[in-house]
């Protein structure tokens, strides 16, 4: 469904998506190689037992499958940080 929604948005001329999404849309997404960019946000707090992870990607569990990125930018925004990243 995502892969139908994209083309679509492409055949209407739309190049530049924004994706605010949770852990599990965040995940396919990934998952799916439909992301260019990362942007995460920050806080200066730490969570961790039952929190929710910042995506969920099913399976993904040794460091050998893991998703790499190239940090572009990170810049302050109050106490948090704003961190972009690119896929390698």
Known sequence: LLEAVLARLGELEHN????EAGARLAGQFLERKLAEQ???????VLLG???KPLVEIPGLE????RFEF???DARA?????RLTFIRK
């Open 62 to 65: 040794r460091l050998a499958d």
């Open 38 to 44: 990362l942007i995460v946000y920050q806080a200066p």
């Open 77 to 81: 925004i109050g106490e948090d940080l």
């Open 70 to 72: 190239r940090l572009r």
């Open 16 to 19: 530049e998506l924004l994706v």
């Open 49 to 51: 037992g039952e929190a």
